[in-house]
């Protein structure tokens, strides 16, 4: 497996060197050691993972420190740096033509949800980790993969109710699982709410979805 920056994002290749592209963007900590991992981890199972670094390298370790991250990043940037970073991914040789997936965390589910309904015909399969977005949805593809904590006050319980309802409404496939006793972050090892058996179920899950919608 070949793991290396590429510019301003992280890249992850299988030992085959090519494979089904998955978009994977961070959590407001910034492009931390874990979410290269997860690049790893899906490179291991045979995808093309990239990640870009949508704080240009700033890091934070507090809440309060993300949470400034966040209020000084500019939104339509943000929302450029995802568009390309998919354009990247699709347009490598190491990925097959046509749609691609996408797997976030908290902010970058976020994002990763608008991108799905923004640019439709490019994104084939959408993770979000406890991450909602009230957007119109109409003539989104995807299919949705949902993961969320049982405590949560970072996402609004009755508008991911409202988005759940919404996609299922527009036909497409979309399951949403919550986890019992857990809280926000619960995925993220490096995080004190870290729920190792939920992360497990999670990620079996999710290599699952992605390995359904698509391909091996």
């Avoid at 299988?14 to 592209?21: A, F, I, K, T």
């Avoid at 390298?57 to 507090?62: E, L």
């Avoid at 949470?67 to 490598?92: C, F, G, I, K, Y």
């Avoid at 904590?149 to 996609?167: M, Q």
Wanted: negative net charge.
């Amino acid at each position: 497996m070949d793991q290396r920056h590429a510019g301003t994002a992280y890249l992850a290749l299988p030992d085959e060197e090519h494979g089904p592209g998955i978009l994977v963007l961070h959590a407001w900590w910034g492009l931390k050691p874990f979410f290269r991992e997860v690049c790893d981890r899906l490179a291991a199972d045979g995808f093309v993972a990239l990640a870009p670094d949508l704080f240009g390298g700033r890091i934070a370790d507090t809440v309060d420190e993300a949470e400034r991250l966040l209020e000084e990043a500019d939104p339509n940037e943000l929302a450029h740096l995802v568009r390309s970073s998919l354009q990247t991914l699709r347009d490598m040789s190491a990925t097959p033509e046509g749609p691609v997936g996408v797997l976030g965390f908290s902010m970058g589910a976020s994002l990763g949800l608008w991108l799905s309904a923004r640019v439709p015909d490019a994104v084939a399969a959408t993770t979000a980790f406890y991450g909602g977005q009230d957007i119109d949805f109409a003539g989104a593809s995807s299919a949705y993969l949902g993961h969320y904590a049982e405590t949560d006050p970072y996402v609004d319980e009755d508008g991911l109710v409202l988005l759940e309802a919404d996609l299922h409404l527009l036909g497409l496939d979309t399951t949403f699982h919550r986890y019992p006793g857990t809280a926000h972050w619960f995925f993220e090892r490096d995080r004190p709410e870290h729920d190792p058996d939920a992360a497990e179920l999670a990620w079996e899950r999710t290599l699952a979805f992605f390995r359904l919608h698509l391909g091996p």
